[in-house]
């Protein structure tokens, strides 16, 4: 008679904490739309802001009525057992539904200044009802072993989503910069870059320590507060191996940066302070302390010397790092699981380990670089991708909103009677054609 309050007090704290865990999951949003925010020129951060705002309202509906539902299918459950689940179940959509938004927002970051609003939307919708179900249905959801223990005998490890929210938000975010092409001015004709700045430092910053805090929820969140986790210590374990990686991803990154040009670049120490958390995501509750630090190392290091890979090799202009900071740095971690363990389930070797590892990143990357590539090669073909140069010219905030975000700096900008921001150029040309 004593057991079952207890068991229903765990079960009350178990739920409470994932839910606690859920709202720091969706304050990651804040900190997307602040880093890619000050990643961007001025005339594009209205835009930014739109497809962080409408990625989570739109993705979440999707996910909710068509995306958990295919997960569901494809993992061997019902189709509605989201919207046809109740307390505790819509609880354990609500968390699932988080991770699901955050993957599709690393998208926005690669391709922003010069996508279409409602291309950035179309994708965003297929993401969350079609992509990101399809690879949690081989992964989390998958029934009995999972699509990767049926290939190898070895199951696939990815605690927090390295590989499966991050790993695949980074590859859906270069596919889709690579389709859509770099922002006018980017590369010269010879195939050198040129720099284009984001408007606020400040803003990046701040964005990467709010992604940062959110992290804890993301990975510490992952790990029950009740039950056999806790007493296994792994809550502690998560939650240092967490903090040491993110820190060695700032400092390696900020020095191969130094090694590099004799400066420690400010955006790469952030970046690198983030793929050290991308890195550890899918192998935090196994790693070893001095791992943490090696990931950490090899996550942030990276991070520039990819990232110059993909501008002066690949000419693709990833703006906002995404994939360098999600795609290299999640496949990286997810790999290292094996070397860097604590110790392996009985009778799995190394080699075998790794083997697994490397069969999950294949599948998981070669399904979203297809769809992705399909969905924005159908998009480009219909001419609804990439806006006019003209438009990418004047800036998105005004061609694709009607705004200016900081309209005291433009000139001669006045309000208007539906409530926009229009500068005096675009009045000028308005009167004309109203002529």
């Not at 210590?233 to 939650?239: H, M, S």
Request: glycine share 14%; aromatic share 10%.
């Amino acid at each position: 008679m004593v057991l079952a309050p207890l068991q229903v007090t765990a079960e009350a704290l178990n739920f409470t904490w994932i839910l606690m865990v859920s709202f720091l999951i969706f304050f990651m949003h804040a900190g997307f739309a602040m880093l890619e925010a000050g990643q961007v020129r001025s005339k594009n951060v209205a835009n930014q802001l739109t497809k962080n705002l409408l990625t989570w309202s739109i993705g979440v509906v999707v996910f909710f009525l068509i995306g958990s539902g295919v997960a569901s299918l494809a993992g061997g459950a019902d189709w509605g057992a989201a919207y046809l689940a109740s307390g505790t179940g819509w609880i354990n959509w609500l968390y699932g539904a988080v991770f699901a938004m955050t993957g599709a927002t690393i998208v926005s970051g690669a391709v922003a200044g010069r996508a279409k609003l409602r291309a950035y939307v179309t994708y965003t919708i297929l993401l969350a009802g079609v992509i990101y179900p399809v690879v949690i249905a081989f992964t989390w959801s998958a029934a009995d072993t999972g699509l990767v223990q049926q290939l190898t005998g070895v199951a696939f490890t990815d605690f927090a989503g390295g590989m499966i929210v991050h790993g695949m938000g980074g590859v859906a975010g270069l596919t889709a910069a690579a389709v859509l092409g770099p922002r006018m001015g980017r590369f010269n004709e010879d195939g050198t870059a040129n720099v284009i700045p984001g408007h606020s430092m400040t803003f990046a910053v701040l964005g990467t320590l709010i992604l940062a805090f959110g992290w804890y929820g993301f990975n510490v969140g992952t790990s029950a507060i009740i039950g056999d986790a806790f007493l296994g210590e792994q809550l502690g374990r998560v939650a240092m191996t967490t903090t040491l990686s993110m820190a060695m991803g700032a400092i390696a990154a900020g020095g191969v940066a130094w090694a590099q040009t004799g400066k420690v670049d400010t955006l790469y120490v952030a970046n690198g302070l983030l793929a050290g958390l991308v890195g550890i995501t899918a192998i935090p509750h196994t790693t070893t302390w001095w791992g943490a630090l090696l990931v950490g190392v090899v996550s942030g290091a990276q991070l520039p010397i990819v990232f110059k890979f993909i501008e002066s090799k690949l000419n693709i202009d990833d703006v906002c790092a995404v994939f360098p900071v999600h795609g290299s740095a999640g496949i990286i971690g997810t790999l290292m699981y094996p070397f860097v363990a604590v110790s392996l389930p009985e009778g799995v070797s190394i080699g075998s380990a790794f083997a697994a590892q490397a069969v999950g990143v294949f599948l998981i990357g070669g399904w979203t670089l297809t769809a992705t590539a399909v969905i924005w090669f159908a998009l480009k073909a219909l001419g609804e991708s990439r806006v006019t140069p003209e438009h990418e010219q004047e800036g998105l905030d005004v061609s694709e909103h009607g705004v200016e975000t900081y309209p005291e700096f433009g000139s001669g900008d006045s309000v208007v009677a539906d409530g926009g921001i229009m500068s005096e150029d675009i009045k000028a040309t308005r009167g004309s054609n109203d002529d």
